[in-house]
């Protein structure tokens, strides 16, 4: 049994979003400040990703940056500093995060008995409608590549963070999400908790693409 307070918890947050972090009702070992894609432009975020990756963003069919695709590369970035931050297991929270069940970091987890790399606790959904009264707390599902996409990145934790940025330098960088579904899970063991433990905090508008936010409204979740 394993307590999320005990883990290094880092908490990706952009320094303009003074009120995300004041509703922030603990102190995490670290905030990473997230990339700002839209105000900081592409010229800057290729430079920040050929920096980072040795590679610049992959655009399909050469079509124009839009400005949602801008908030994209600044997620993208912003976790990939978080990764590189820690050499250690890492609880990785972005600003919109919300415990279902009261303080994170007073949650009890058994990690699975089997091998794993990374570990989903939030579901793709924007309301706590999701997330059962009573956690059961040792329940994990293999995440199958062919499967719906039922996770996000609002709450995760990484075993061997560099495991994941050997991954992440390998390709082109796109969106967070893509890499996970195209490059991440085919090669490591990634498991999703049911029910969720954290949800997406609907009072903030999404800093990236209101309208992909909407999209995961639609979405609801299912026993793996």
């Known amino acids: 049994m394993v307590r999320l307070g005990d883990l290094n918890i880092s908490i990706i947050s952009?320094?303009?979003?003074?009120?995300r972090r004041e509703q922030i009702e603990f102190n995490p070992n670290y905030f990473i400040d997230a990339f700002d894609g839209k105000a900081l432009g592409q010229n800057f975020l290729d430079n920040q990703l050929i920096s980072y990756t040795g590679k610049c963003w992959y655009n399909s069919f050469n079509s124009p940056i839009k400005e949602k695709t801008l908030g994209k590369m600044g997620c993208?970035?912003?976790?990939?500093?978080?990764?590189?931050?820690?050499?250690?297991?890492t609880l990785i929270l972005e600003d919109d995060f919300k415990c279902a069940f009261g303080d994170i970091r007073e949650i009890d987890i058994d990690f699975p008995e089997f091998d794993w790399d990374?570990?989903?606790?939030?579901?793709?959904?924007?309301?706590?409608?999701?997330c059962i009264e009573t956690p059961e707390l040792n329940h994990w599902n293999y995440i199958d590549t062919n499967a719906?996409?039922?996770?996000?990145?609002?709450?995760?934790?990484?075993?061997?963070p560099k495991k994941l940025l050997d991954i992440l330098k390998s390709h082109r960088p796109t969106t967070l999400d893509s890499y996970y579904n195209k490059y991440v899970f085919n090669?490591?063991?990634?498991?999703?908790?049911?029910?969720?433990?954290?949800?997406?905090?609907?009072?903030?508008?999404?800093?990236?693409?209101?309208?992909?936010k909407y999209k995961k409204k639609s979405f609801g979740f299912f026993m793996g």
Request: charged fraction near 20%.
């Open 148 to 160: 719906m996409k039922w996770w996000t990145t609002s709450a995760y934790i990484v075993r061997e």
């Open 76 to 89: 993208f970035l912003s976790h990939f500093k978080c990764l590189k931050t820690h050499p250690r297991p």
């Open 187 to 212: 090669k490591l063991n990634c498991y999703y908790h049911y029910p969720p433990i954290c949800y997406q905090n609907e009072d903030f508008d999404s800093t990236i693409d209101n309208e992909n």
């Open 14 to 19: 952009m320094k303009k979003n003074i009120e």
């Open 118 to 130: 990374i570990l989903f606790l939030s579901g793709f959904s924007t309301s706590k409608n999701n």
